[in-house]
């Protein structure tokens, strides 16, 4: 069946409002993007001159002295958002595959609707539980590990609570209900002709299930890595719970800082050129950094759709016209 042919374009003054207003508002979103990104440049270029390249790698966060490193921040964010995905991720698959092929149906939405509330409470809230529930909980396990344990660089520190671990765990629960809802729509987004086609073959449920799993494969990559970005973005949250030391560590008991709680302790308080665009540079290294994420784990998973240019790109290194394909 061959394609539709787009409808002609007709020049009314109704139709010429719609193009161009529509046009506009998605051409401000590209707008803001931009302009954000330029005057956090702008506003950083005095950090850029002053350190260059040493910024990045330079440990020493001295305002007093003006010596700036922004080495243990990174450190401190990436460390604390990787943990939080280990955690994270087999959970919310857990939860995505239940919710889109096991869970029973008069269970499910009420189940969707608890997952997708979590998504909801406030960072503050999960810091204050973080602080409540979970410190407490790290200060008790460090305490109960043998001596010979504590001495070891993954689980050296002081007993204090907060932590690189409590940080973790409060950005796993809160990347949970993100990672999860999406991994369930592109499980539900599978071919139903996949699934009876295992069966047909004789599989069995978790055959099915894996045939499911890995045809949405690239889609699901893409729901952790927006799970990544919500986690490298967080502030509040991590900021109560992780202990706010700029050291790069190893350990998993020891309090460091991250990129986004630096910026929010200290932004206020800044005395100086120097300080204020030392702090601008980090944000525009965690502005670069999530937007990227972002935009590669939005075109995995619009490769999942079979107008995705990943498929597109595949069909066309097969020699496949896209045209017949959709035909």
């Known amino acids: ?144 590990l043998p001596a010979w344990l504590r001495s070891l660089p993954l689980a050296s520190g002081p007993p204090v609570g907060v932590s690189m671990a409590a940080a973790a765990l409060v950005l796993a629960v809160m990347i949970v209900p993100f990672t999860a809802s999406v991994a369930r729509e592109v499980l539900k987004a599978v071919p139903a002709e996949q699934r009876e086609a295992a069966y047909a073959l004789g599989a069995t449920e978790w055959e099915a299930i894996r045939l499911t799993l890995a045809w949405g494969r690239t889609g699901i990559v893409g729901a952790v890595m927006l799970g990544l970005a919500r986690a490298l973005g967080e502030t509040m949250a991590v900021t109560m719970v992780i202990g706010n030391n700029p050291q790069v560590a190893l350990s998993l008991f020891a309090p460091q800082y991250t990129m986004a709680a630096v910026i929010a302790n200290e932004f206020t308080e800044a005395s100086g050129d120097l300080y204020l665009a030392a702090l601008v540079e980090i944000g525009l290294l965690l502005f670069v950094v999530t937007v990227l994420i972002n935009a590669l784990s939005r075109l995995l998973i619009w490769s999942v759709d079979a107008g995705g240019p990943l498929r597109w790109w595949r069909r066309t290194r097969a020699g496949t016209p896209v045209r017949a394909q959709a035909a």
Not at 76 to 88: K, Q
Not at 128 to 135: F, K, R
């Open 1 to 144: 069946m061959p394609l539709r042919s787009r409808r002609p374009f007709r020049r009314r003054p109704d139709d010429l409002i719609l193009y161009v207003g529509t046009g506009a508002c998605a051409l401000l979103i590209v707008l803001l993007v931009s302009a954000i990104g330029v005057t956090l440049y702008g506003d950083s270029r005095l950090a850029q001159e002053k350190f260059g390249f040493s910024f990045w790698t330079g440990r020493q966060w001295d305002p007093v002295s003006g010596e700036f490193g922004a080495l243990p921040f990174i450190w401190g964010t990436l460390y604390s958002s990787l943990l939080a995905l280990l955690i994270a991720t087999p959970v919310a698959l857990g939860i995505a595959i239940f919710l889109s092929e096991l869970c029973p149906r008069g269970l499910r939405a009420p189940l969707v609707y608890l997952t997708e509330l979590l998504a909801a409470i406030p960072s503050i809230v999960y810091g204050l539980w973080g602080l409540n529930a979970i410190v407490p909980l790290v200060r008790r396990v460090q305490l109960m």
